[in-house]
């Protein structure tokens, strides 16, 4: 079936310039992440939304960062004024509801290919 | 909270076992271990995941430390396609925590 899919691919934006990122998580997943991977790093990560939700934004570095999913499916990353520190790969990941077999509960993410900044 | 730690490279021969150590030293009780790898230019994809007890699957095999602080991903037999960036995470609750990683790579 199909996978979680994020567009574009690569994108270029010059500093200062708003960017809008976008992820199709895999349908009927409820759970979706968006991750920000450095060079040579693992992701990190950013926020989480269940279903329409945004349950934790805990890891937006600043307030120009802002993600919704505002029907509980395809979801928006955008960062507004660009700054070169923002270049980095974009990834999202998407989950279905986590499985409890007695003890505490455990979830895989599926990731999509991500999405490339380079702020110049 | 605290990253995993692995080491930065590690080499294989071709249809040789490969042993991933990781630390997570300051794992708790109910937090999972994950691994997952990264191809160049792609997200990471699952590999194998454990609580307590070691797993096996059709990928991997995981073995966990008795005290948990540490795990190991076994590859029993590496190909030129396991080449990759292993990342061995904590997830508590919905949260996955990620380390550095280790870059394999096989020889032919």
């Known amino acids: 079936g199909a996978g979680v899919s994020q567009s574009p691919r690569y994108k270029v934006a010059k500093r200062g310039q708003d960017v809008a990122l976008r992820c199709d998580p895999i349908s009927g997943h409820v759970s979706l992440f968006w991750y920000q991977q450095a060079l040579g790093q693992g992701p990190e990560f950013l926020t989480y939304?269940?279903?329409?939700?945004?349950?934790?934004k805990s890891g937006l570095p600043s307030d120009r960062f802002f993600a919704e999913r505002p029907e509980g499916s395809v979801s928006t990353l955008k960062i507004q004024r660009t700054q070169q520190e923002d270049s980095a790969v974009y990834l999202c990941?998407?989950?279905?509801?986590?499985?409890?077999?007695?003890?505490?509960?455990?979830?895989?993410?599926?990731f999509g290919p991500g999405t490339r900044l380079t702020v110049l | 909270d605290a990253k995993t730690t692995q080491p930065n490279s590690m080499e294989s021969n071709e249809e040789e076992p490969v042993h991933l150590p990781c630390n997570h030293s300051t794992i708790s009780g109910t937090d999972y271990i994950h691994w997952y790898r990264q191809l160049p230019s792609q997200g990471p994809e699952y590999v194998i995941h454990g609580l307590t007890s070691n797993v096996n699957n059709r990928m991997a095999s995981l073995a966990i430390a008795e005290d948990r602080k540490s795990s190991t991903l076994i590859l029993h037999r590496a190909t030129l396609r396991d080449a990759a960036v292993y990342y061995c995470t904590r997830q508590r609750t919905y949260k996955y925590i990620f380390g550095t990683g280790t870059r394999l790579k096989v020889l032919a």
């Open positions: 990941a998407s989950s279905p509801p986590r499985v409890s077999a007695g003890g505490p509960s455990y979830n895989e993410q599926f």
């Open positions: 939304f269940q279903n329409e939700a945004q349950l934790d």
